[in-house]
Nanobody
Framework: VQLQAYGGGLVQAGEFLRLSCAAS????????MGWFRQAPGKEREFVGC????????YYADSVKGRFTIARDNAKSTLYLQMNSLKPEDTAVYFC????????????????WGQGTLVTVSS
């Protein structure tokens, strides 16, 4: 599985941004997908994940109510809609694949994209 995250950029606090993650292969709908982020000098942090069908999502408390994960299985693409962005959301964002339903542990994710940088200015 190859993953390509994109859509990052520089925004001001309170604005929104949508990240995308394009996946290779014809079995995208069989993957449980997740988003993580890593701020400078910090460990990689779970953002959220989505079930194979897209019906179920799970978020970290730090983004709950502001971020929304969705997927389009026909386009083999995962999305992360980020609203009401805060400076503390500044990080490199990664998409990843896991066989473990609802896992927030990075060690449970087998394949990773290269990351896209999101910078939120105050």
């Amino acid at each position: 599985v190859q993953l390509q995250a994109y859509g990052g950029g520089l925004v001001q606090a309170g604005e929104f941004l949508r990240l995308s993650c394009a996946a290779s292969g014809r079995t995208f709908s069989s993957y449980i997908m997740g988003w993580f982020r890593q701020a400078p000098g910090k460990e990689r942090e779970f953002v959220g994940c989505i079930s194979r069908s897209g019906a179920l999502t799970y978020y970290a408390d730090s983004v709950k109510g502001r971020f929304t994960i969705a997927r389009d299985n026909a386009k083999s693409t995962l999305y992360l809609q980020m609203n009401s962005l805060k400076p503390e959301d500044t990080a490199v964002y990664f998409c990843a694949v896991t066989p473990s339903s609802g896992s927030s542990r990075s060690s449970d994710y087998l394949y990773w994209g290269q990351g896209t940088l999101v910078t939120v200015s105050s």
